[in-house]
């Protein structure tokens, strides 16, 4: 036996569209909400509106796969730094011996400091140049410290150099003397950092770079330019009394190179 379906009630629209009551599941969520049939020139022409408002269910969370590529990066051994990230090695051992510069231009300042503040020589405005440059020297090697250990590397301290504890020259005199090797010190400093940059540059570690542009590049320029200055006005008063009213300067002076 043959079964038919009944057949449809279509309401008209005054668009000249019709709605069949029967094919419409408003509510159900996954069937269409609203069956559109529109008769054009004598074909009939159905356009079904999709609607799917059920919540997901049974869905695991996965991370993508570049996360997944990191997740495989993270070091499981306590002993490796779990911040290490595209730090090359050569960036590690170029910051270990910037450190070490550092810390020698630092030593060979205070050996400077103690030379000027004998009661002998008693030039205090040298020494407390002297003073607060090493200082300085020894915050710079302090920055490079933090900065390893930021990075994920292992600061590694080598020796230090015993330095100089006599500066009188027979020529320059003391004063004059002890301000150009501080201009040859500054001047291997920055080349010492330009190294560094260089380093950091062939490895394309553009956080490095611009670790060393913002806080040393421009800095050491600056204290280049200004101990310059010292040895020129040095070289003009001579080994008299004109190293006294130098001395005085710096002296009154608040902050050194």
């Not at 159900?28 to 559109?36: C, D, H, M, T, W």
């Not at 159905?46 to 869905?59: D, F, I, Q, S």
């Amino acid at each position: 036996m043959l079964l038919r379906a009944p057949p449809a009630s279509f309401g008209v629209s005054s668009h000249g569209e019709t709605h069949n009551p029967f094919l419409s599941t408003q509510g159900s969520g996954s069937a269409p909400s609203i069956l559109k049939v529109s008769r054009r020139n004598g074909t009939v022409v159905m356009a079904a509106k999709e609607t799917n408002n059920r919540p997901l269910t049974g869905v695991v969370f996965e991370p993508f796969v570049e996360v997944k590529k990191e997740l495989d990066l993270v070091p499981s051994v306590p002993q490796v730094s779990l911040a290490r990230q595209k730090y090359a090695d050569s960036c590690e051992a170029a910051i270990n011996e910037q450190i070490n510069v550092e810390y020698n231009v630092s030593y060979v300042y205070h050996a400077m400091y103690a030379y000027f503040d004998r009661d002998n020589v008693a030039l205090k405005g040298l020494a407390k140049f002297f003073k607060e440059a090493s200082a300085e020297e020894r915050e710079h090697a302090e920055k490079f410290m933090e900065y390893q250990n930021k990075r994920g590397g292992k600061v590694k301290l080598q020796s230090i150099v015993m330095p100089l504890t006599e500066f009188d020259h027979p020529e320059k005199g003391d004063a004059l003397y002890a301000m150009e090797l501080a201009l040859s010190l500054e001047k291997l400093t920055n080349e010492k950092l330009l190294n560094l940059h260089s380093v950091a540059d062939r490895a394309k570690d553009v956080q490095m770079t611009d670790f060393i542009e913002s806080e040393f590049l421009t800095e050491q320029v600056d204290a280049i330019k200004q101990i310059s200055e010292y040895v020129a006005q040095l070289r003009r008063v001579g080994k008299g009394h004109g190293v006294w009213h130098f001395d005085q300067m710096l002296l009154n002076q608040g902050v050194a190179a």
